[in-house]
């Protein structure tokens, strides 16, 4: 994959074409090129900037520069002056317009509309672009339950990978009598392939902060922890920024806008453990203990950190409240199909060309995404698997490349939408390997609390190590399912029990690989 | 010896995981000792055998000394699929050293992590907070030879 330090849009539409758009991209690859900079910068064709009647007009990222009513004339002046020099030519610099239209491999963006627009690190920029209306309209237009009200009718699901409506596990705490009620936000994202929440965080950090701040006054919480992984240093960095920013327009804080209400936020670190994004084992890790799972009930919601009513809550959920509140629960529940509304964030990753991260409509096609958001395969290589939903995800093959991204209609084929995580596999990947470090993970995250994932996890690794080595029997599969099925029976939680659908997709749908193996 | 740590967070086990990743951090080697647990275990009031216990629950602490670069090895599926096991091999080579071990002058340790949320590059590795990505026998040799060249 090549990285460009700047990235040309040019807007390839009817109006451009006319006006000579693809004499005029031939004509600046050539100067790109006569001044070496093809490697540095790359031409996007876009469609519509979003405005008319001006001409041939690019965008230049990171800057976001946009030029206009360019011609062949002036080529030579703005790549000499502003991709060599760094100095834009400001007289043919349009006056930004109301928000652009961006079509850059997003589409209808809710959770990422502003990242890679705005700078994350300057609250006004956030403000300038809407931000923090959503919360002042919640904290001094509406009552608490009408928060609630809505973003169970938005039919918002939890996009940590349990689906559990966002809106529902509110109600469950918001009538609870407490001296203090809590809202955690679990960006402790260690799920393998799975790197939404970082960019959500390092991208646009004020929009978390505002989801935080209405869902906090929705169930009637003065605090919150966002409980990061201690690997993601700059989500750390740009959160705390974001915060004391916020603390100082007196957006968070005491009496927030006059209203008596007050809301401090707070940062806890992990220290790398996987299986600390499961919430009660998230909650032992803030209160500064091994992060080993609790027993359900009594549910975070009720008795969570330091036996306080707790909501846990992961950062993409959260990110969509904003928007939500903004426009209505009908706008939202209007996105996608039924019982999995809005949008979802992907990252797309393995062989294919582009990989990275992409935020399109609940039920795209799984072909869509690898094939447009994706790039496509790399090397013209064949699409042998999909592991769709990070390690504790599905294998699914060919055959099921058409599946509608949803919780629903994945559940069909017994899969999950899980983190989002989409890792793509080409014609030499091979299925006992992927398997094998998938097993090998969770061998490795177990937390040792109870005894049926320790030794489970043991057992699977040896069954399908001696599988890789040529040394399994096909009876040998069988017992892969049995000890995972047992795993899921009797598992203390989430973690222990994950690994039966990896292992029974994989054997369902890659027989011939195991088989290989064997004999 | 840790009070400068311990001013910056009030006495509280909460707090815990935070002094422990200073304690480290400030650390040339890179690890919490037992004299350092000690001090935390005075200073928070809880038991010694607690804060061993968190200390070496958590993969990013360590309590045996490492060297002055610790180099995390992604080893994680999607990793796996881009060749993580050739980058291992490679680092083992070029380091002369074991998973876990530290090598002979004392600049690299090498470990290996679960995935550290950098898969859109992969494989990586972290070499104490700087994420190295697209990982090939050619990038180790230069990444290993510039630090080296530091020293």
Partial sequence: MKYFRTHILISVDESTIRAGVKNFIASLRNHLDKYSLTDEIGILETGSIGFFGKGLCFVVYPENIIYANVTNEDLNEIVTEHFLKGRPVKRLIVEKPERTQYDFNYKKRIVLENSGIINPEDIEEYIGVGGYEAWEKALLEMKSDDIIEVVKESGLRGRGGAGFPTGLKWSFTAPIKAKQKLVVINADEGEPGTFKDRLIMEGDPHKLIEGIAIACYAVGATKAYIYIRGEYKLCIERLRKAIAQANEYGIIGKDIFGSKFCLEIDIKVGAGAYVCGEETALIESMEGNRGTPRSKPPFPGVKGAWQLPTVVNNVETIANIPSIIKNGADWYSAIGPYKSTGTKVYTVLGDVKMPGLTEVEMGTTLRTIINEYGGGMKDGKKFKAALVGGAAGVFLSDELINVNMDYESLKNYSAVLGSGAILVMNDDADIVDMLWSVIRFFRHESCGKCSPCTNGNELLFKLINDIRNGKGKEEDLNKLIQVSEVMVDTCFCALGQSLLMPIKSAIDNFKDDFLKRMN | ?151
């Fill in chain 2, 1 to 151: 010896m840790y009070e400068k740590i311990f001013e910056k967070y009030s006495p509280k086990k909460d707090n815990l995981i935070y002094i422990l990743h200073d304690i480290q951090d400030q650390h040339p080697q890179h690890y919490i000792s037992e004299d350092a647990v000690s001090e935390v275990s005075e200073y928070l009031r809880i038991p010694f055998s607690h804060i061993y216990g968190v200390l070496t629950f958590y993969t990013m602490y360590s309590t045996k000394p490492r060297g002055k670069n610790v180099i995390r090895l992604c080893e994680s599926p999607p990793c796996f699929l881009k060749g993580s096991e050739n980058v291992l091999r490679k680092l083992k080579k070029t380091l002369d050293v074991k998973i876990n071990q530290t090598t002979k002058d004392g600049l690299f340790t090498l470990e290996l992590c679960a995935c550290l949320g950098v898969c859109g590059n992969a494989p990586v590795m972290m070499i104490n907070d700087d994420v190295y990505g697209n990982l090939n026998d050619e990038k180790i040799d230069k990444i290993i030879n510039k630090i080296r060249g530091e020293k």
